[in-house]
Protein backbone atom coordinates (compact mmCIF):
# COMPACT_ATOMS: atom_id res chain seq x y z
CA UNK A 1 0.00 0.00 0.00
CA UNK A 2 1.72 3.11 -0.96
CA UNK A 3 0.81 6.25 0.72
CA UNK A 4 -0.30 9.88 -0.44
CA UNK A 5 3.08 11.91 1.07
CA UNK A 6 3.16 15.95 0.93
CA UNK A 7 5.66 15.34 -2.22
CA UNK A 8 3.65 12.63 -4.01
CA UNK A 9 0.69 15.60 -3.77
CA UNK A 10 3.04 17.95 -5.08
CA UNK A 11 3.18 16.05 -8.47
CA UNK A 12 -0.43 15.94 -9.05
CA UNK A 13 -0.83 19.74 -9.97
CA UNK A 14 -3.14 19.23 -12.78
CA UNK A 15 -4.18 15.86 -12.62
CA UNK A 16 -7.90 14.68 -11.33
CA UNK A 17 -8.12 12.79 -8.15
CA UNK A 18 -10.16 10.99 -7.46
CA UNK A 19 -10.75 11.21 -3.54
CA UNK A 20 -12.62 8.45 -1.16
CA UNK A 21 -13.21 10.18 1.36
CA UNK A 22 -14.73 9.17 5.04
CA UNK A 23 -17.93 11.48 4.94
CA UNK A 24 -20.64 9.20 6.11
CA UNK A 25 -21.58 11.63 9.22
CA UNK A 26 -24.60 11.94 11.07
CA UNK A 27 -27.14 14.67 9.74
CA UNK A 28 -30.17 15.86 11.82
CA UNK A 29 -32.57 18.45 10.19
CA UNK A 30 -30.15 18.84 7.31
CA UNK A 31 -27.38 20.12 9.11
CA UNK A 32 -24.25 17.93 10.20
CA UNK A 33 -24.30 17.09 13.87
CA UNK A 34 -21.05 15.48 14.57
CA UNK A 35 -18.17 17.40 11.80
CA UNK A 36 -15.54 14.62 13.59
CA UNK A 37 -14.95 12.62 10.09
CA UNK A 38 -15.26 15.90 7.94
CA UNK A 39 -12.24 17.68 10.03
CA UNK A 40 -10.10 14.27 10.11
CA UNK A 41 -11.03 13.67 5.81
CA UNK A 42 -10.19 17.57 5.00
CA UNK A 43 -6.77 16.79 5.88
CA UNK A 44 -6.16 15.27 2.57
CA UNK A 45 -8.52 17.21 0.51
CA UNK A 46 -6.63 20.20 1.14
CA UNK A 47 -3.63 18.86 1.03
CA UNK A 48 -4.42 17.67 -2.94
CA UNK A 49 -6.10 21.09 -3.29
CA UNK A 50 -3.54 23.23 -2.38
CA UNK A 51 -0.97 21.25 -4.08
CA UNK A 52 -3.24 22.14 -7.30
CA UNK A 53 -4.58 18.94 -7.82
CA UNK A 54 -8.43 19.18 -9.52
CA UNK A 55 -10.33 16.40 -6.32
CA UNK A 56 -13.33 14.83 -7.03
CA UNK A 57 -14.57 13.96 -3.91
CA UNK A 58 -16.54 10.65 -3.61
CA UNK A 59 -18.68 9.05 -0.60
CA UNK A 60 -21.67 7.20 1.04
CA UNK A 61 -23.87 8.40 3.53
CA UNK A 62 -25.72 6.55 5.54
CA UNK A 63 -29.67 7.02 6.41
CA UNK A 64 -33.15 6.41 5.73
CA UNK A 65 -33.71 6.20 1.53
CA UNK A 66 -30.42 6.98 0.44
CA UNK A 67 -29.91 10.77 1.81
CA UNK A 68 -28.00 13.28 -0.26
CA UNK A 69 -24.43 15.15 0.86
CA UNK A 70 -25.88 18.10 0.80
CA UNK A 71 -25.29 18.67 4.30
CA UNK A 72 -21.67 17.72 4.17
CA UNK A 73 -21.38 19.88 0.94
CA UNK A 74 -22.84 22.81 3.55
CA UNK A 75 -19.98 22.14 6.08
CA UNK A 76 -17.00 21.64 3.93
CA UNK A 77 -17.65 24.67 1.66
CA UNK A 78 -16.70 27.32 4.24
CA UNK A 79 -13.09 25.19 4.07
CA UNK A 80 -12.36 24.63 0.98
CA UNK A 81 -13.31 25.75 -2.73
CA UNK A 82 -16.03 23.73 -3.93
CA UNK A 83 -19.04 22.76 -5.72
CA UNK A 84 -21.54 20.10 -5.12
CA UNK A 85 -22.77 17.75 -8.29
CA UNK A 86 -25.93 16.14 -7.57
CA UNK A 87 -25.39 13.12 -9.98
CA UNK A 88 -22.83 10.41 -9.08
CA UNK A 89 -20.94 8.71 -11.88
CA UNK A 90 -23.33 10.14 -14.65
CA UNK A 91 -23.21 13.22 -17.04
CA UNK A 92 -23.43 15.83 -14.66
CA UNK A 93 -20.82 15.07 -12.82
CA UNK A 94 -18.59 14.40 -15.85
CA UNK A 95 -18.98 17.66 -16.76
CA UNK A 96 -18.17 19.09 -13.62
CA UNK A 97 -15.11 17.65 -13.52
CA UNK A 98 -14.02 18.55 -17.02
CA UNK A 99 -15.25 21.79 -15.51
CA UNK A 100 -12.54 21.79 -12.67
CA UNK A 101 -9.78 23.82 -12.55
CA UNK A 102 -6.52 23.65 -10.71
CA UNK A 103 -6.93 23.42 -6.61
CA UNK A 104 -10.22 22.83 -6.55
CA UNK A 105 -13.03 20.09 -5.37
CA UNK A 106 -16.28 18.69 -6.68
CA UNK A 107 -18.24 16.80 -4.38
CA UNK A 108 -20.47 14.24 -6.00
CA UNK A 109 -23.83 12.65 -4.75
CA UNK A 110 -24.19 9.37 -2.37
CA UNK A 111 -22.82 6.58 -4.22
CA UNK A 112 -24.87 4.52 -2.97
CA UNK A 113 -27.28 6.19 -4.91
CA UNK A 114 -26.04 3.93 -7.83
CA UNK A 115 -27.15 0.35 -7.20
CA UNK A 116 -23.68 -0.96 -8.66
CA UNK A 117 -21.63 0.78 -5.77
CA UNK A 118 -22.86 -1.95 -3.23
CA UNK A 119 -22.48 -4.48 -5.41
CA UNK A 120 -19.17 -3.43 -6.54
CA UNK A 121 -20.55 -3.81 -10.24
CA UNK A 122 -17.56 -3.89 -12.82
CA UNK A 123 -18.89 -0.81 -15.31
CA UNK A 124 -20.05 1.34 -12.40
CA UNK A 125 -16.11 1.01 -11.04
CA UNK A 126 -15.06 1.81 -14.58
CA UNK A 127 -17.51 4.62 -14.76
CA UNK A 128 -15.89 5.95 -11.48
CA UNK A 129 -12.52 5.35 -12.68
CA UNK A 130 -12.81 7.52 -15.47
CA UNK A 131 -14.17 10.48 -13.48
CA UNK A 132 -9.85 11.32 -12.65
CA UNK A 133 -6.66 9.99 -13.32
CA UNK A 134 -5.35 9.09 -10.17
CA UNK A 135 -7.23 7.59 -6.90
CA UNK A 136 -6.78 7.73 -3.53
CA UNK A 137 -8.54 6.10 -0.37
CA UNK A 138 -8.88 7.79 2.34
CA UNK A 139 -12.63 6.33 3.83
CA UNK A 140 -10.58 3.81 6.39
CA UNK A 141 -14.46 3.69 8.28
CA UNK A 142 -15.50 1.95 4.58
CA UNK A 143 -12.50 -0.21 4.01
CA UNK A 144 -14.29 -2.83 5.61
CA UNK A 145 -16.89 -2.65 2.67
CA UNK A 146 -16.06 -4.38 -0.88
CA UNK A 147 -17.53 -1.85 -2.76
CA UNK A 148 -17.01 -0.61 -6.42
CA UNK A 149 -15.68 2.63 -4.72
CA UNK A 150 -13.61 0.82 -2.20
CA UNK A 151 -12.25 -2.17 -3.96
CA UNK A 152 -13.53 -1.63 -7.74
CA UNK A 153 -12.02 1.43 -8.42
CA UNK A 154 -8.19 1.13 -7.51
CA UNK A 155 -8.15 -1.76 -10.29
CA UNK A 156 -8.46 1.19 -12.74
CA UNK A 157 -6.08 3.97 -11.38
CA UNK A 158 -2.83 4.36 -9.82
CA UNK A 159 -3.76 4.45 -6.17
CA UNK A 160 -2.99 5.61 -2.92
CA UNK A 161 -4.05 5.39 1.13
CA UNK A 162 -4.87 9.21 2.42
CA UNK A 163 -3.82 10.66 5.31
CA UNK A 164 -6.09 9.63 7.88
CA UNK A 165 -6.76 6.17 6.19
CA UNK A 166 -2.24 5.89 6.75
CA UNK A 167 -3.18 7.18 10.51
CA UNK A 168 -5.80 4.88 10.93
CA UNK A 169 -3.48 1.67 9.78
CA UNK A 170 -0.24 3.26 11.91
CA UNK A 171 -2.51 4.09 14.86
CA UNK A 172 -4.60 0.92 14.93
CA UNK A 173 -1.73 -1.39 14.58
CA UNK A 174 -0.31 0.00 17.58
CA UNK A 175 -3.01 -1.38 19.58
CA UNK A 176 -2.79 -4.70 17.56
CA UNK A 177 0.88 -5.24 18.88
CA UNK A 178 -0.05 -4.18 22.72
CA UNK A 179 3.11 -3.71 25.34
CA UNK A 180 2.38 -5.24 28.40
CA UNK A 181 1.37 -4.84 31.23
CA UNK A 182 -1.93 -4.26 28.78
CA UNK A 183 -5.37 -3.45 28.80
CA UNK A 184 -8.54 -3.63 26.21
CA UNK A 185 -11.81 -2.48 27.10
CA UNK A 186 -14.99 -3.38 25.01
CA UNK A 187 -18.12 -2.17 25.44
CA UNK A 188 -21.55 -1.82 22.79
CA UNK A 189 -24.67 -4.37 22.42
CA UNK A 190 -23.97 -7.02 20.07
CA UNK A 191 -22.26 -9.71 20.74
CA UNK A 192 -21.99 -11.20 17.52
CA UNK A 193 -20.38 -8.19 16.27
CA UNK A 194 -17.67 -8.10 19.14
CA UNK A 195 -17.39 -11.84 19.48
CA UNK A 196 -14.50 -11.83 16.88
CA UNK A 197 -12.53 -8.88 18.56
CA UNK A 198 -12.84 -9.98 22.13
CA UNK A 199 -11.08 -13.64 20.68
CA UNK A 200 -8.84 -11.78 18.50
CA UNK A 201 -7.95 -9.34 21.35
CA UNK A 202 -7.36 -12.56 24.39
CA UNK A 203 -4.29 -13.93 23.43
CA UNK A 204 -2.51 -10.15 22.66
CA UNK A 205 -3.82 -8.80 26.05
CA UNK A 206 -3.19 -9.82 29.52
CA UNK A 207 -7.24 -7.99 30.47
CA UNK A 208 -9.88 -7.82 28.90
CA UNK A 209 -12.82 -5.95 30.35
CA UNK A 210 -15.84 -5.96 28.72
CA UNK A 211 -18.80 -4.05 29.38
CA UNK A 212 -22.03 -2.70 27.82
CA UNK A 213 -24.82 -5.13 27.29
CA UNK A 214 -21.91 -7.96 26.12
CA UNK A 215 -21.19 -8.30 29.91
CA UNK A 216 -25.34 -9.25 30.25
CA UNK A 217 -24.46 -12.13 27.65
CA UNK A 218 -21.71 -13.49 30.84
CA UNK A 219 -23.92 -12.63 33.57
CA UNK A 220 -26.56 -15.12 32.01
CA UNK A 221 -24.19 -18.05 30.72
CA UNK A 222 -23.20 -18.02 34.69
CA UNK A 223 -26.69 -18.21 35.47
CA UNK A 224 -27.12 -15.40 37.57
CA UNK A 225 -30.63 -13.17 37.33
CA UNK A 226 -30.49 -10.95 34.79
CA UNK A 227 -34.10 -9.71 34.74
CA UNK A 228 -35.21 -7.72 31.53
CA UNK A 229 -31.76 -6.51 30.41
CA UNK A 230 -30.86 -7.03 26.97
CA UNK A 231 -29.23 -10.52 25.80
CA UNK A 232 -27.98 -11.76 22.53
CA UNK A 233 -29.42 -15.02 21.11
CA UNK A 234 -27.19 -18.01 22.07
CA UNK A 235 -23.88 -16.20 22.41
CA UNK A 236 -20.79 -18.27 22.10
CA UNK A 237 -19.01 -17.88 24.66
CA UNK A 238 -18.89 -20.65 27.37
CA UNK A 239 -15.44 -21.18 26.97
CA UNK A 240 -14.65 -17.38 27.65
CA UNK A 241 -16.20 -17.59 31.05
CA UNK A 242 -12.82 -19.77 32.24
CA UNK A 243 -10.23 -17.17 30.86
CA UNK A 244 -8.83 -15.44 33.63
CA UNK A 245 -7.79 -12.56 31.55
CA UNK A 246 -11.72 -11.48 30.70
CA UNK A 247 -12.89 -8.97 33.38
CA UNK A 248 -16.20 -8.21 33.91
CA UNK A 249 -18.17 -5.38 35.68
CA UNK A 250 -18.99 -5.71 39.23
CA UNK A 251 -21.65 -3.56 39.49
CA UNK A 252 -24.65 -2.40 37.51
CA UNK A 253 -26.57 0.70 37.67
CA UNK A 254 -30.20 -1.39 37.24
CA UNK A 255 -33.71 0.30 36.78
CA UNK A 256 -36.24 -1.54 38.32
CA UNK A 257 -39.84 -0.73 39.58
CA UNK A 258 -38.60 1.51 42.58
CA UNK A 259 -36.23 3.28 40.84
CA UNK A 260 -32.44 3.46 39.49
CA UNK A 261 -29.87 1.57 41.65
CA UNK A 262 -26.71 0.63 41.46
CA UNK A 263 -26.73 -3.32 42.44
CA UNK A 264 -23.90 -6.01 43.04
CA UNK A 265 -24.10 -7.80 39.51
CA UNK A 266 -25.10 -11.14 41.47
CA UNK A 267 -28.36 -9.58 43.18
CA UNK A 268 -30.63 -8.30 40.25
CA UNK A 269 -34.47 -9.32 40.49
CA UNK A 270 -36.71 -10.04 37.81
CA UNK A 271 -37.83 -6.76 36.76
CA UNK A 272 -34.10 -5.17 36.71
CA UNK A 273 -32.73 -3.81 33.84
CA UNK A 274 -29.32 -3.62 33.44
CA UNK A 275 -28.30 -0.01 31.31
CA UNK A 276 -24.84 0.67 32.78
CA UNK A 277 -22.04 -0.65 34.42
CA UNK A 278 -21.30 0.79 38.13
CA UNK A 279 -18.80 3.03 39.89
CA UNK A 280 -17.01 -0.03 41.19
CA UNK A 281 -15.93 -1.63 38.56
CA UNK A 282 -14.35 1.46 37.02
CA UNK A 283 -12.62 1.53 40.56
CA UNK A 284 -11.22 -1.77 39.30
CA UNK A 285 -10.37 -0.36 36.04
CA UNK A 286 -8.09 1.81 37.89
CA UNK A 287 -5.48 0.18 38.75
CA UNK A 288 -5.08 -1.69 35.85
CA UNK A 289 -5.24 1.60 33.31
CA UNK A 290 -2.67 3.24 35.76
CA UNK A 291 -0.03 0.37 34.99
CA UNK A 292 -0.85 -0.65 30.89
CA UNK A 293 1.64 0.59 28.62
CA UNK A 294 -1.50 -0.10 26.18
CA UNK A 295 -4.90 0.55 26.07
CA UNK A 296 -7.57 -0.25 23.85
CA UNK A 297 -11.21 0.75 24.01
CA UNK A 298 -14.64 0.50 21.82
CA UNK A 299 -17.42 0.72 22.40
CA UNK A 300 -19.71 2.27 25.49
CA UNK A 301 -20.29 0.63 28.68
CA UNK A 302 -24.12 1.77 28.71
CA UNK A 303 -27.33 2.24 27.03
CA UNK A 304 -26.38 6.10 25.17
CA UNK A 305 -29.63 5.79 23.48
CA UNK A 306 -31.26 5.90 27.20
CA UNK A 307 -28.90 8.37 28.42
CA UNK A 308 -26.73 6.60 30.33
CA UNK A 309 -23.60 7.87 29.69
CA UNK A 310 -22.22 8.82 32.81
CA UNK A 311 -19.71 5.45 33.23
CA UNK A 312 -18.38 5.78 29.84
CA UNK A 313 -17.44 9.29 30.59
CA UNK A 314 -15.84 8.04 33.85
CA UNK A 315 -13.96 5.57 31.71
CA UNK A 316 -13.12 8.50 29.39
CA UNK A 317 -11.69 10.38 32.21
CA UNK A 318 -9.48 7.89 33.88
CA UNK A 319 -8.00 6.66 30.38
CA UNK A 320 -7.13 10.46 29.91
CA UNK A 321 -4.83 10.43 33.06
CA UNK A 322 -3.45 7.00 31.96
CA UNK A 323 -0.01 6.95 31.22
CA UNK A 324 0.37 4.17 28.51
CA UNK A 325 -0.48 4.81 24.52
CA UNK A 326 -4.15 4.58 24.51
CA UNK A 327 -5.67 3.78 21.03
CA UNK A 328 -9.69 4.67 20.92
CA UNK A 329 -13.01 4.18 18.70
CA UNK A 330 -16.23 3.66 18.07
CA UNK A 331 -19.41 6.08 17.81
CA UNK A 332 -20.90 6.99 21.48
CA UNK A 333 -16.81 6.07 22.60
CA UNK A 334 -15.86 8.93 20.49
CA UNK A 335 -18.91 11.24 21.70
CA UNK A 336 -18.03 10.98 25.81
CA UNK A 337 -14.09 11.78 24.46
CA UNK A 338 -15.07 14.69 22.45
CA UNK A 339 -18.21 16.10 24.94
CA UNK A 340 -14.97 16.26 27.70
CA UNK A 341 -12.65 17.79 25.36
CA UNK A 342 -10.55 14.62 25.56
CA UNK A 343 -8.97 14.12 22.25
CA UNK A 344 -5.88 15.24 22.53
CA UNK A 345 -5.49 13.10 25.99
CA UNK A 346 -5.37 10.02 23.75
CA UNK A 347 -2.67 8.30 21.09
CA UNK A 348 -4.94 7.76 18.52
CA UNK A 349 -8.91 8.63 18.35
CA UNK A 350 -10.02 6.29 15.31
CA UNK A 351 -12.58 7.51 12.91
CA UNK A 352 -13.66 4.07 11.83
CA UNK A 353 -16.74 1.94 13.10
CA UNK A 354 -17.36 -1.51 11.98
CA UNK A 355 -13.71 -1.02 9.69
CA UNK A 356 -11.60 -0.83 13.58
CA UNK A 357 -13.45 -4.30 14.68
CA UNK A 358 -12.71 -5.65 11.61
CA UNK A 359 -9.17 -4.53 11.59
CA UNK A 360 -8.39 -5.20 14.75
CA UNK A 361 -9.81 -8.72 14.50
CA UNK A 362 -8.59 -9.73 11.09
CA UNK A 363 -5.35 -7.63 10.15
CA UNK A 364 -6.32 -5.61 7.22
CA UNK A 365 -9.51 -5.33 5.38
CA UNK A 366 -10.56 -5.61 1.70
CA UNK A 367 -9.92 -1.90 1.36
CA UNK A 368 -6.05 -1.94 2.75
CA UNK A 369 -5.78 -5.09 0.22
CA UNK A 370 -7.02 -3.30 -2.66
CA UNK A 371 -4.32 -0.40 -2.45
CA UNK A 372 -1.97 -3.25 -2.20
CA UNK A 373 -2.60 -4.73 -4.99
CA UNK A 374 -3.26 -1.45 -7.46
CA UNK A 375 -0.23 0.53 -9.26
CA UNK A 376 0.92 3.73 -8.37
CA UNK A 377 2.17 6.48 -10.63
C1 LIG B 1 -19.20 3.77 9.05
O1 LIG B 1 -19.96 4.69 9.34
O2 LIG B 1 -18.81 2.93 9.89
C2 LIG B 1 -18.66 3.70 7.66
O3 LIG B 1 -18.88 4.87 6.96
C3 LIG B 1 -19.27 2.52 6.94
O4 LIG B 1 -20.64 2.72 6.86
P1 LIG B 1 -21.61 1.49 6.54
O5 LIG B 1 -21.73 0.71 7.80
O6 LIG B 1 -22.90 2.11 6.09
O7 LIG B 1 -20.97 0.68 5.44
Do not use: C
Not at 266 to 278: F, K
Amino acid sequence: MRALTVERASTLRGHTVLLRASLNVPVENGVVRNPFRLDAALKTVTLLSSAGARVVLISHIDGDGSPSLRPVYEYLKTKVPLVFVEDVAGERARAAVHALTDGHVALIENVRRDAGEVVNDDAFARRLASLGDVYVNDDFAAAHRKHASIIGVPQYLPSYAGLQFVAEVEGLTKALEPKSPSLAIVGGAKFVTKEPLIRALLPKYDFVFVGGALAIDFYKAKGYEVGKSLVSDSPHLADLLTNSKVILPVDATVVGPAGTFVKDVRELLPNDTIYDIGPKSIETLKPLAAKARTVLWNGPLGNFEKGFSSMTEELAKVLADAPGVSVVGGGDTIAAIQKLGLNDKFEFVSTAGGAMLDFLAHGTLPGIEALKNAKTL
